[in-house]
């Protein structure tokens, strides 16, 4: 019943052109294949997704780290006023099914963490910058549990994910 | 752009059967008013909440204690997963625009008095019990910043929290 | 091995003097009894608490809302930044084998309402004002788990809790 | 006042023998330098930092994800719970003046990368394995603000640290 939940991570105002660019396009084809965006709801690329999904029919959850609405992004459908600070970037991956990295610093890396904690398929998108391509096809700990596995697009990395779901 | 966002908050599992009818009716009232319902995704009040909204052509909303999305109740469409246990008490409180309760023991209590830190309107529904009726009509500290008010159903305490939202 | 840890809650900086004195001597029952003294690490209660202590050759620990140390009070030894806001509450009233409330707003009654979900002996301070008088022998809600004992000064709370922890 | 807080991070009880003793020496010379220990309070490296820390005359704090005090390991003088799993981690690195990595997973990163965030002094023992090994001389993003330094052994790693601090 419940749908796919897709989060898109990575640097927020001092984002690039370029991320910004990947993130709208991973927004588009998260709605289109019908998924619910997860972001931490505030500007770059977590902004540029919200929009990509709402301009494509999708619905948009922001998890922001303070307590007041306003905080959240304008194309934000629902809004998660966590007031926790940056410890909120533990839920933001925690409710997804599956996260895609666009460019980002030390807070996506953060996120990436969780993620590879909780096993989630996790992709990063190739010339999107920052931690995503730092740590793109790699793993994150020597047990090797979890490959952030590189994509080439957004399409590409969001069939990565719902093929993962349905099996 | 973003919709209302009501809490229902009250009892889980150990739920009357009123209370269950009642926090259905406020789902169904949240749903017919065009906004989001929110509230902890586990069962009892909750869950009926959800239902009812769901049955209605609303939107639900869990922000569950648990890191997997397998404890929320069926009806939720959206899933938070805070992985942070009671202390999401904090988050279902902030991320509402109006809270109304159905019930309820401590932990309901506890939700309310987030409502009240946070200045919050806060709709207890009268003969639902719990805490909702032993707080009812009452300020939960001697600052008396924000009276919990007593609605004699769902439907006058929604309508409550959407005038309310209106000024 | 590990010490008892007591926490001593109520009123931030709008704390009465009265409340004040209580603290006071709270935190110096605390040091007395060789327990440690928990509290949110900020000023009022907390702060007059911490002062007690400290003059008594106690150990006291701060839970604050912030990221930096720089929010506690100079009487804290060891300060813990939890970063969380006021979901912090969760974490002072967890933290504790027993709980002492001098005054006190909603922040307060929130911190009861983890202890008493939790277990937790309670002893709310006659005449100290605020929630610690408003809900000082009473239970926080239907279930009747657990009242909140009142002591008629500083050194019965603290024997009140000792002695529970014996048993 | 307060004393210099340094955590000691690693892994939990998958820990190696050659880092177990790393951890203990690091306990003990955080002690001689009259420095508390933080720590995430369970077992492996945290439990034998702890026990460094003890058997040395200093003083212990741990800081679990459960709610419970029982979980902490028993060299823990002070234990806050905080109920909030693993999104704790967030709390050890904030409330650390210095941060020192001994081996560790996924989890160990995530810390260092809050230490990244928050601007702590971080040193990782060579020779520890895991991701103080991976990342140890590494910067966490490509902002490069702040260089994660090997030290060769605990004595080095908590004279940096004391250093840093002392400017």
Known sequence: MRKLQIAVIGYNNECSDVAR?????????IARAGAVLVCGGLGGVMESACKGAK???????????????SYANQFCDLVVCTGIGFARDFIVA???????????????????GVGYMTGKTMVA???????????????????????IIVAKDAASA??????????
Chains 1, 2, 3, 4 share one sequence.
């Open 94 to 112: 925690s409710s997804a099914d599956g996260i895609i990295a666009v460019g980002g610093g030390v807070g996506t890396l953060i996120e990436m």
């Open 21 to 29: 660019k990947m993130a709208y396009e991973a927004g588009k084809e």
């Open 125 to 147: 998108l190739a010339g999107s910058g920052g931690v995503a391509e730092l740590y793109g096809g790699k793993f994150l700990d020597e047990r090797n549990r979890l490959k």
């Open 158 to 167: 969001v069939k990565i994910i719902t093929d993962k779901a349905k099996t």
């Open 55 to 69: 301009e494509n029919g999708g619905i948009t959850l922001g998890i922001i780290p303070q307590e007041e609405f």
